[in-house]
């Protein structure tokens, strides 16, 4: 090999590597969505997020919450529908299984294994808000 194509092949191979550690490196930092700002539905864990898909209304989604009636009863997420973590498995939201599906509780527990519960059933854009003290904007009474 000509030395001059042996160190085109050596900066090649650099710069191959250079990209493979930096996209690793930005992978393992959450990449753009550290701030809640990417675009996968994982944005929707983040409170900002979650209200501008409510108020803005640009994609569709099912918001639930699965705590009890009467836990719902007093206040609720705004457009959020009520299915209990204890009953969702027998009624699961009637959407298709790749629509965007948020679900939230008290504290995040429930909302985590209802999760579990629609993954298995084979729905495939889940996202556990967590828990309701989460969320810093006004409630529906």
């Known amino acids: 090999m000509l030395p001059h194509m042996r160190i085109a092949v050596y900066a090649f191979i650099a710069v191959f590597v250079l990209l493979v550690v930096v996209t690793q490196v930005v992978r393992a930092q959450g990449g753009a969505g550290t701030d809640g700002a990417d675009d996968g539905p994982a944005r929707y864990r983040n409170a900002d997020s979650l209200q501008k898909l409510i108020t803005d209304a640009y994609q569709p989604y099912v918001l639930i919450d699965v705590r009890t009636e009467g836990e719902f009863s007093g206040g609720f997420i705004p457009t959020a529908m009520n299915i ?58």
């Open 84 to 141: 209990p973590v204890q009953v969702i498995a027998q009624n699961p939201p009637q959407v298709p299984h790749d629509s965007l599906v948020i679900l939230y509780c008290r504290t995040g527990n429930r909302s985590s294994a209802a999760k579990r519960i629609l993954l298995q059933q084979g729905f495939t854009q889940v996202v556990d808000f967590g828990g309701i003290n989460r969320w810093p904007h006004a409630l529906v009474n």
